[in-house]
């Protein structure tokens, strides 16, 4: 039998349409702009996209609290407008690069990455924000991506010519499926922080003392060892303070999840996080893993080897294991609830140590990344 559109599907049907092509037309409208003036560059384009991703994360934060409909359209239309200026960044920095004549794609050193990577997941992001209408997660998203599209800016942001290893096909897809795959892990990482939350609130677990000092405790030094790892020497000091600022790190979450439990009551229910994590993962997994194969097969053609157990590699497969862990605890039901969303905590600070602490600190075939 044929299926008859409703005049509401028709309608929504016509308004995604039309602010798809709105959208499209903004992007490259902006774009064509910056280049034919020549005065916007993609820096300042990607700078004002950071900053508007901090006004995002506050609305969000501030929605979650209030619970206001209208806020909370307005924190999605900001992120989404950050969002379209980071991408008119994109393609106008692969635009300079062509005319500079050594074009690649916007995603090959450090800098790139932290351009790309949040703008894919925030892209993945409003997907699942439109499909399951749950907001508050941008609260505990979008300040992630403000922070490392700021930071990022402290990085050489020149566009330079890439060396020999890196110009090949094998390595542009290796690299979109890696990110592809970090952003999925962020959703999740978002979604289960949420969950721990909500967890405590209908536990209606008691929050004394002890929880309050351990949350003020550990952000009073989360802050200075965050800043003395990722401004230190690739030396032994900045490595044993990025292991206390890791250790710290978890500390915080644990303690925050207690001390936020008041704002349970305005997340979604356990049962639609725990299977926006899951989803996530699921579809981040297999991304993951052609990653890694796409690497193996770039590898062997820059180095001849398709695995060199370098630092990168290594802790690429110890991500792998974690969240392959978490789906297989969750496919044979024994781990839920509490248990899979700390896998999955721990599992994304894994893909910190994988993206930043390798990159940074630990010397390798890969170490390019930070030029």
């Known amino acids: 039998m044929e299926q008859v559109l409703t005049y509401k599907e028709k309608s929504s049907l016509t308004a995604g349409l039309t602010f798809t092509i709105f959208s499209i037309l903004f992007i490259l409208g902006l774009t064509a702009v910056s280049i034919l003036s020549g005065k916007i560059h993609n820096v300042l384009l990607f700078q004002i996209s950071g900053i508007i991703y901090l006004a995002a994360a506050i609305f969000y934060i501030v929605a979650v609290f209030f619970k206001g409909e209208k806020l909370s359209k307005i924190a999605t239309l900001t992120a989404f ?6 991408s008119a960044g994109l393609f106008v920095r692969g635009i300079e690069a062509y005319n500079l004549g050594v074009f690649h794609p916007p995603w090959t050193n ?7 990577f949040p703008w894919l997941a925030t892209t993945l992001y409003l997907y699942i924000e439109r499909e399951y209408k749950v907001k508050a997660i941008g609260a505990f998203f979008f300040p992630i991506v403000a922070f490392l599209i700021i930071w990022a800016h402290q990085f050489n942001t020149e566009i330079s010519p890439l060396v020999p ?4 096909y094998w390595l542009y897809i290796h690299v979109l499926a890696s ?4 952003a999925g892990f962020t959703i999740a990482f978002g979604a289960s922080v949420a969950f721990l939350i909500r967890n405590n609130f209908d536990k209606d677990i008691k929050v004394d003392i002890k929880h309050i000092a351990g949350f003020v405790f550990s952000l009073a030094l989360l802050i200075p060892f965050g800043y003395w790892t990722l401004t230190g020497a690739k ?3 900045t490595m044993i303070m990025g292991i206390i600022f890791v250790l710290l790190l978890l500390t915080f979450i644990y303690f925050a999840t207690y001390v936020l439990k008041p704002i349970g009551k305005f997340l979604p229910k356990k049962s639609l996080l725990s299977e926006i994590a899951l989803k996530a993962v699921a579809i981040s997994f297999p991304i993951w893993t052609a990653s ?5 097969a770039w590898a062997n053609e820059a180095w001849g ?7 990168k590699e290594n802790w690429a497969l110890i991500v792998w294991l974690f ?6 605890g969750r496919t044979i039901g024994k781990w839920k609830d509490t248990t899979a969303s700390w896998i999955v905590v721990a599992g994304f600070i894994m893909l910190l140590i994988c993206y930043f602490g390798v990159n940074l600190y630990f010397p390798g075939l890969h170490s390019y990344a930070t030029e």
């Open 110 to 116: 450090l800098y790139e990455s932290l351009m790309f």
């Open 179 to 182: 990110f592809a795959g970090y």
């Open 292 to 296: 890694i194969i796409l690497g193996g």
């Open 81 to 86: 407008t950050a969002w379209a200026i980071q």
């Open 165 to 168: 290893a890196l110009r090949s």
């Open 235 to 237: 030396d032994l000091k």
């Open 305 to 311: 080897s398709y695995w060199s157990w370098d630092p």
């Open 323 to 328: 969240f392959a862990a978490y789906i297989h």
